[in-house]
């Protein structure tokens, strides 16, 4: 071998195990990561529809309805929601900015609706409204609208949050009248989802941890008088507790135990797509809040190891998307939004597998509901508009000139 070839060997990069995937797992550039988010969505809500259609079909069949009534349904929002995702992610981050108090004062007004005869009842809780032969839940789409209302109250005060008083007002008053709201309509699960939220948007905001020991302390002492004075979540706690009486499995505890033997009976790779058992009029409403225990019934560990990692990938794409930015608005939507997500997520697995009581969550993009999941999805739309990388303008020479002017903190955002 001649001297050229072994210099020739001796300049080339070592080769690196896995190749071109490392270098792609590596690059977290906004341009490679954002198509990542959204597919990891599109799958996680392909996996709802099966999942939905597969757990519904039973109960619809006995009511004396289509079985593919709800799926169809599931399909018509998961595709609304597509559409409004894909429009959200091409927005620019400042008019989300300004649509935070119309959605805010929208919000109220659709959770006060539902004390009125538009409102309904599903299940003992009063949060949804009837309109044309339309439902929807308020509440869900309250969530982001807290979210981005409060980014841009925060992004605004960013120099006076050292005073305890500029990072509680407005945000605690705003915050609190929604909890109180969707508490009166016996709805404890989402209440403590938007406690989440808000506890999530103050501190992706810089708010003082002193804040964060007083608040925590309201949360805990509301949950728990909104627990205790329900004697059906007193009984729930307690079936969770063990406290309950020999009849507690055909009571409270019914159906977190035949979840629990829904997911027991899927063994590794589950029983098959379709082939659940405990559909069958065993676990109530199995479509809804406890569809986990139905994939994993139907897919095994493997199945509920697919749906964990894929949320994980999702969070670990947005986090590392917006860790490139110092824009204080986009952050603060972005880790919140997908803290919502996650925290819901988290919430909804831990309570099918019976690590916390029944608490009435659904599971983001799996669930059925069609105001959950275009919510979900809109949120998921906002990230990406947030994250969008800045396109430069060549068109106008002054502008390409004086790029200062068009970026309001770093390279990315508008």
Known sequence: MDTGQKQRRAARPARRPWGKLTLWLEDDSPGRLRPLILAVV????????????????????AAGNNPYDLPLKQAMWTVAGVVLMLLLARMPVRRIRRLGWPMLIGSLIA???VFTPL????????????????????????????????????????????????AVVP???????????????????????????LAAT?????????????????????????????????GRISSWLGMGSDEDAQGMGYQAQHGAYALASGGWFGVGLGQSRQKWNWIPEAHNDFIFSILGEELGLAGTLLVLGL??????????TIARTTDTFARIVACSVITWILGQAVINIAMVSGLLPVIGVPLPFISYGGSAMVSSLAGIGVILAV????????????????????????????
């Not at 905001?205 to 309201?218: D, E, L, N």
């Not at 430069?392 to 309001?408: F, I």
């Open 42 to 61: 599109l799958t996680l809500s392909a996996i709802g529809l099966v999942e939905v259609a597969s757990a519904s079909s039973v109960e619809s069949v």
């Open 111 to 113: 959770l006060v609706l």
């Open 119 to 166: 409102g309904m009842s599903v299940n003992g809780n009063r949060n949804w409204l009837s309109v044309g032969g339309f439902t929807a839940q308020p509440s869900e789409f309250a969530k982001l609208a807290l979210i981005v209302w409060a980014a841009a109250i925060l992004d605004r005060k960013q120099a006076l949050l050292a005073n305890w008083k500029h």
């Open 171 to 197: 945000l605690g008053p705003a915050g609190g009248l929604i909890m109180i709201i969707v508490a009166l309509g016996h709805d404890l699960g989402t209440t403590m989802i938007i406690m989440l939220i």
């Open 202 to 234: 103050m501190f992706y905001g810089g708010v003082r941890m002193k804040v964060f020991s007083v608040a925590g302390m309201i949360c805990v002492v509301a949950a728990l008088v909104l627990a205790a004075t329900s004697g059906n979540r007193m």
């Open 311 to 320: 949320f994980a990938i999702l969070a670990i794409t947005v986090f590392k």
């Open 387 to 414: 994250t969008r990388p800045e396109q430069p303008d060549t068109k106008s020479p002054a502008k390409a000139a004086a790029p200062a002017k068009r970026v309001r903190d770093h390279e990315y955002q508008r």
